[in-house]
């Protein structure tokens, strides 16, 4: 199967490169593009330099608008499985192959890396892991399917849902939606545990006032999903 990793990446110029050279160096048999989100440091300047196929946005699309315009060129290019990873780190390439193992062998259309399945690893805040915990178990009682990790950015998706999520896929804070979204498809979605990395670069975009936003934004669109006709 051709996969392909998309790695959505907005002012990432002081891990960018590490990320790829520990991805070339353990997983040369995937290819992968990263989607520079109309960065406004040194990194579009870092992967021209070093030859690093890139895709660049003109305008700051936002992470979801960076993951879909990935997908979109999965879906134009015909991969098979594409897989989410994150440009400042904290996914270990280690665990692509376990990833995409569920796919691979027709079991899961979707398989999501889990900080939270063997508890190990870098857990993020308190109050983060509170807010992932009720957006689980708000998805649970929706869809009835328990996820642990609903936010977690590593994720692998075969084909059907590449072509999903090249034609919708969720804006803002999009993970825990784009699950409800695939699941009302009929996705199998499971979920490998994994090991995160803190961040050790640049700084999230996600402070307490955008967490507040966070949480009433993804509850309110996970609910008017799951109620939707379409």
């Known amino acids: 199967m051709r996969k392909l990793i998309i790695i959505p990446a ?6 960018i490169l590490n990320v790829i050279d520990e991805l070339k160096s353990s997983h040369s ?14 990194t579009r300047h ?9 895709l660049d946005c003109s305008v700051n699309l936002g992470i979801g608008g960076a993951v879909q315009t ?24 280690a665990y692509l192959d376990m990833l995409t193992a569920p ?14 399945v063997e508890k190990s690893g870098f857990q993020s805040s308190r109050s983060r892991r509170l807010g992932i915990g009720f957006l689980s178990g708000l998805i649970k009682m929706c869809t009835h399917t328990r996820i642990m990790d609903v936010t977690s950015g590593y ?5 059907e849902f590449i072509r999903l999520y090249a034609d919708y896929y ?7 939606e784009a699950i409800v979204i695939a699941h009302r498809r009929g996705a199998r979605i499971s979920e490998i545990p994994v090991k995160m990395r803190e961040r050790k670069t640049g700084t999230s975009s996600i402070n ?10 993804v509850t309110l669109a996970i609910l008017i999903e799951i109620t939707r006709k379409d």
Not at 29 to 41: A, I, L, R
């Open 103 to 116: 796919i691979e062998a027709g079991e899961a259309d979707i398989c999501i890396g889990s900080r939270f």
């Open 208 to 217: 307490l006032r955008r967490s507040v936003y966070y949480m009433i934004k």
């Open 10 to 15: 907005y002012n990432e110029a002081e891990s």
């Open 70 to 93: 990935g997908y979109r060129y999965a879906l134009y290019n015909d991969y098979d499985i594409a897989i989410q990873m994150d440009g400042d780190g904290q996914h270990d390439p």
């Open 29 to 42: 048999d995937y290819d992968y593009v990263v989607v520079n989100d109309c960065s406004d440091d040194d």
């Open 155 to 159: 994720r692998a998706i075969n084909k």
């Open 170 to 176: 969720p804006q803002d804070y999009p993970e825990p």
């Open 46 to 54: 870092i992967l021209s330099e070093n030859e690093i196929p890139y």
